[in-house]
C-alpha cells in the first residue's frame, strides 16, 4: 500500500478492528495500540483451556446492511449459529418471561399481585394522557408512567438500583427506550407469529470474530500491537504522536481512538480548557465482573439470560452458556455452564475483593438460586472495568461540549465506539461510528455522532439470511 495517510488507532475492541478494516479497504494501512493482551475489547471469548466464557452475553443483531455484512465477510456461514432468545426476570421464586407479556403479569404471580399491577398501569396511562409538555425524565418516572407503579417496583426498580448502581432518580431515562421493551399485550398465536426473536453467534464466542477481523488486517500488513497502552497523546498543530507505556512513541496524521472519552481528554497535549476538563471528569463508568462458572449437574434453564432484581441475590444476571453455544464448553460436558455478571464501581469492596472472597459470594448466589449443592468443575473470572458508560442526568450535554470541542480543535482526532464516545452503543453502532468515522477521514460529510441516536431502536434482532 502505498500512500502518505498513516493514521493511528487506540484499542483493538469492534469499533478499533472495524476502522482498521475500513481503511485498509479505502488502501490505507493503520497501526492499532491495544492495552490487553487481546483483542475484542468488552466482545471477546476468554478462555482457559477448553473452558470459553463470553464477558457480557453478545448478541449479534443489526438493522444496518453494511454491518451484517462485514460480519458475514469475516466468519464462514458455518461459524454462525441461531439462537433464541429467551430470558426471564427470577421475582419471587417465579421465572416471568422478559420481554414481559400483559397475560404472564396478570396470572404468573397471582391475582392479587395482577389487578394492582393492571391499576397501576392504568392510572398512569392516564396521568401520562394529562401532561401538558413532554419533559427530560428520570428513568423512575418513565419507569412508572411504562410499567405502572407495582410492576415498576417488582421488576426495574431493584434491577436498576443493582444494574447501573444508582437512584432511579438520579438516572437520565434516555437510553431506556432502546432497551427496554414495553409489555406485550397481543395474543399469544400473534406475538409467535411476529416477535420470533432470534440472533446470531459466533459458535466460540463473540471473540471468534474480533479474532478473525484481527487475522484479516495481519494480512494487510496491520496486525493490532497487543500489551501496548496509551498513556499520551500529542499533537504539534500538524501531526499526532501517540507516547506508550513502555516507551514507545508513533506518529500519524489521525487518530481513531477507543479508550474512554475521559481519558482521552485527560492525555491530550495540549490541554484542553479546564472546563472541559472538568466536564470531562464527571464522566464515569461502572464496572462489571463476569463469573463463569461449570457446575457438574444438569440444571433444566430454558433461558439464556435471567435476570435477579431481588435483593436475596448478589448477581445482578446470569447467563446461560449452554443455551448460548454449547461450544463455550468442552466436548462431552453434561453439566449446566453458567455465567453470573456482578456490577461494581472501581472503588467498591465488590470490585477490589480477591478471588476467593468472589467465590464465596458466588456460592452464596447459586445456593440462593437452588444450585449449590456441589462445588463447581471449572471457575472463570473475567474483570471489565469499563463495561458501561453512566448514563448521568446532564451526560448528553457534557459530552457534546467535548465532542464540539474536540471537533472545533483537532478535526483530524476521531472518537469512536462506546466509551469512545461515552455512549451506550452495542457492537453494530460501534462499529458504525468507526465506519463513518473513516469516511469523515476520507472528506465525507458524514457525523458519526448521529449513530445510535434513533430513541427507537430496540434489540430485536430478528435473524435474517
Ligand atoms: C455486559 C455487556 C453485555 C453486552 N451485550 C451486547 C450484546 O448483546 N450485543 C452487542 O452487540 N453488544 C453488547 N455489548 C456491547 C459491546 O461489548 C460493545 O458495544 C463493544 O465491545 C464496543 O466496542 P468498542 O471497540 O467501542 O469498545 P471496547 O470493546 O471497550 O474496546 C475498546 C478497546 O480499547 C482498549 N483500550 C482502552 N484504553 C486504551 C489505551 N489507553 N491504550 C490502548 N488500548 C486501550 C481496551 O483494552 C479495549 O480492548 C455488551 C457489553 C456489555 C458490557
Not at 464522566?283 to 463469573?291: D, E, N, Q, Y
Not at 472501581?346 to 475483593?353: R, S, T
Not at 474483570?383 to 480543535?409: F, H, K, M
Amino acid at each position: 500500500m502505498v500512500t502518505s495517510r498513516n493514521p493511528l488507532i487506540i484499542g483493538a475492541g469492534p469499533a478499533g478492528l472495524t476502522a482498521g478494516i475500513e481503511l485498509v479497504r479505502r488502501g490505507v494501512a493503520p497501526r492499532i495500540y491495544e492495552s490487553s493482551t487481546h483483542v475484542g475489547g468488552l466482545a471477546r471469548t476468554v478462555t482457559d483451556g477448553v473452558w470459553r466464557a463470553d464477558p457480557g452475553g453478545h448478541r449479534f443483531f443489526t438493522q444496518h446492511e453494511e454491518i451484517m455484512d462485514l460480519w458475514k465477510s469475516l466468519l464462514p456461514h458455518d461459524q454462525w449459529i441461531a439462537v433464541p432468545r429467551r430470558s426471564a426476570m427470577l421475582v419471587d421464586r417465579h421465572l416471568v418471561p422478559y420481554p414481559l407479556v400483559g397475560r404472564d403479569l396478570l396470572t404468573q404471580l397471582g391475582v392479587r399481585s395482577g389487578v394492582r399491577g393492571a391499576g397501576g398501569l392504568i392510572w398512569s396511562r392516564f396521568r401520562r394522557g394529562m401532561r401538558a409538555i413532554e419533559k427530560q425524565q428520570t428513568f423512575r418516572e418513565w419507569g412508572i408512567e411504562e410499567f405502572g407503579r407495582h410492576w415498576y417496583r417488582m421488576f426495574f426498580d431493584g434491577y436498576v438500583r443493582k444494574t447501573w448502581l444508582a437512584d432511579p432518580d438520579h438516572l437520565a431515562s434516555d437510553w431506556a427506550n432502546q432497551r427496554i421493551k414495553p409489555i406485550d399485550w397481543r395474543r399469544a398465536g400473534r406475538r409467535d407469529a411476529t416477535n420470533q426473536d432470534v440472533f446470531r453467534y459466533p459458535r466460540l464466542g463473540p471473540g471468534q470474530l474480533w479474532d478473525a477481523a484481527a487475522a484479516r488486517l495481519a494480512e494487510a500488513g496491520a496486525a493490532p500491537c497487543l500489551d501496548a497502552h496509551v498513556l499520551g497523546l500529542h499533537h504539534d498543530g500538524r501531526n499526532w504522536t501517540i507516547e506508550l507505556e513502555n516507551g514507545d512513541t508513533a506518529a500519524g496524521d489521525a487518530v481513531f481512538t477507543s479508550m474512554p472519552l475521559q481519558m482521552l481528554v485527560d492525555m491530550l497535549k495540549p490541554a484542553p480548557p479546564k472546563h472541559i476538563r472538568a466536564i470531562a471528569a464527571t464522566l464515569r463508568h461502572r464496572s462489571l465482573i463476569t463469573v463463569a462458572v461449570a457446575l457438574p449437574k444438569a440444571y433444566e434453564i430454558p433461558f439464556n439470560w435471567v435476570y435477579t432484581p431481588g435483593p436475596e441475590f448478589q448477581v445482578g444476571r446470569v447467563q446461560n452458556y449452554g443455551r448460548w453455544s454449547p461450544a463455550l464448553a468442552p466436548d462431552g460436558f453434561t453439566g449446566t455452564h453458567l455465567g453470573l455478571e456482578y456490577f461494581t464501581l472501581v472503588h467498591d469492596d465488590l470490585w477490589q475483593a480477591d478471588d476467593d472472597s468472589l467465590c464465596e459470594i458466588v456460592q452464596q448466589d447459586l445456593r440462593m438460586l437452588g444450585m449449590g449443592e456441589s462445588d463447581p468443575e471449572h471457575i472463570m473470572i473475567v474483570r471489565s472495568q469499563y463495561a458501561y458508560p453512566i448514563y448521568e442526568t446532564g451526560r448528553e450535554r457534557n459530552v457534546v461540549r467535548i465532542r464540539d470541542y474536540l471537533r472545533e480543535n483537532h478535526p483530524a482526532l476521531h472518537p469512536i465506539g462506546r466509551n469512545g464516545m461515552h455512549r451506550y452503543d452495542n457492537q453494530d453502532h460501534a462499529m458504525l461510528s468507526a465506519l463513518r468515522s473513516v469516511a469523515r477521514y476520507f472528506g465525507e460529510q458524514v457525523d458519526p455522532w448521529q449513530v445510535n441516536t434513533d430513541l427507537g431502536y430496540h434489540e430485536t434482532g430478528l435473524l435474517r439470511s
